[in-house]
């Protein structure tokens, strides 16, 4: 049988691209289960362990001094959401505007010099973001607070939602500007209105990935937030994270509080999950049919 | 009302390289008039310095002397936003702000130039839509249809209306029909051909029958500079330049 190994002939080439085919997509959807499973199992483990210990007084009340059983993490629920909002405060506009920056403007040695440190930014330790802070907030203020801790976590959002930022306005086609200046439009207002729009759900998924990364976040809260027993709704107090909570709990050696860290850490993720959730349902709601 | 255009002495760069050369060229109001040439002779450069979007690219710069109407487009205090406000343009591929509906494409200059009469918006977004015969397809569709969603022909439409909408003097159109199918294309130069009566209409054409269809002047550009430029139709039959007829009789470019 001549020439039967070539891939000139039909029938052979079509054999074997149907095998690298199959093959290719077969990896494809093994590699997206693959991703898949460790989130999935570390779910699953959270809800068996955790779920039994969530009930109302875990979801209202405060935690009961050690030894004491029952008591719950509404204090740590509310402080994770005062300490969020103010890092999302801080982080959200300086990160989405070093990204227009970093797009539409810096191209130059400038630009360089922050893409490069935003990545740097990116790669510092956690717990050095929060000595840092507690050196130059909490220090000078003379004690813990929920402002400090969201200085923390805001710093952390800002690299990742520049550098999100820019290369999604980097995809915005020169078209669409040039559309846009052509109709008299000013640049700031083309890059507001129009460049950022255009890129806004990029962009929006940038800024969920920071705020998800640093809502669980526990080391820089460790000396900036600190923790708190009790209820506290001031920015310039210690104040309880789920996180913090999470940490002290499983450490502990009490049986009570280590189901109640399983708890906290379910409530953490499913908050999390619903932020994000939330998110998206809001912006793709404004979406229009056949639009980007 | 169209108004006419003047040039004087124009030169236009891309860094280093002279790509313009002294060009001196007048445009009669409510006329259309196309600029041919072949690839890289300069045409699209020379109608982005009419409206100063030549100067948007980094390390371009243009001077000499742009009368549109009474407006001094290079004079000193001209601010470049308020002239393109005034200078429509079309460009090349159609490029509907992607995220908008069709009513706000149309709206967009309206909207972020300060414009917030919601009835006079709705007024000028269907009589825009109407000049560039468009109306009838989408009015259904204004605010639900993103404008991507549309034909490209529609979309190079929907461009036109977008540029009307602001009410300029001029309207430059820079290769409007080159990425659309025969029947969208006849569709946009039946167009320019209304449009005229309210504009002043430049089209640069890579399709010289398009140019002899359309226009009623046409200038022809080789290597940056003006070579000929006249009547329609004696550029087309008589032309005064050899490089005029070598390229009409399709002798290169």
Known sequence: MPNSASPSTPQEVSLWRRITNQGATAFAVGAAILVLVPLLAIFAYLVIKGIGSVNLAFLTQTPKPPGETGGGMANAIVGTGLILAVSSVIGLPLGIGSGIYLAEYGRNRFGDLI????????????????????????????HFSAFSGGVALGIMMIPTIARATEEMLLMVPNVVREAAYGLGIPKWRTTLSISLRTASAGVITGCMLAFARVAGETAPLLFTAFGNQFWNLKLNQPTAALSLQVFTYAISPYDDWHKQAWAGALILILLIVGAVAAVRIVTSRGMLKGGA | M????????????????????SIDMSMAANHVTAVIGPSGCGKSTFVRCLNRMHETIPEARAEGSVKVGEMDVYGAGSDPVEVRRRIGMVFQKPNPFPTMSIYGNVAAGLKLNGFHNRKQMDELVERSLKLAALWEEVKDNLHKKSGASLSGGQQQRLCIARALAVEPEVLLMDEPASALDPISTSKIEELIFQLKQHYTVVIVTHNMQQAARVAEFTGFFLMGSLIEYDKTEKIFTTPADKRTEDYITGRFG
């Open chain 2, 2 to 21: 169209g108004v006419g255009i003047e040039v004087r002495g124009l030169n236009a760069w891309y860094g280093k390289n002279l790509s313009l050369k």
């Open chain 1, 115 to 142: 893409r490069f440190t935003a990545d740097v930014l990116n790669g510092v330790p956690s717990i050095v973001i929060g000595i840092a802070v507690y050196s130059l907030v909490v220090v000078r203020q003379k």
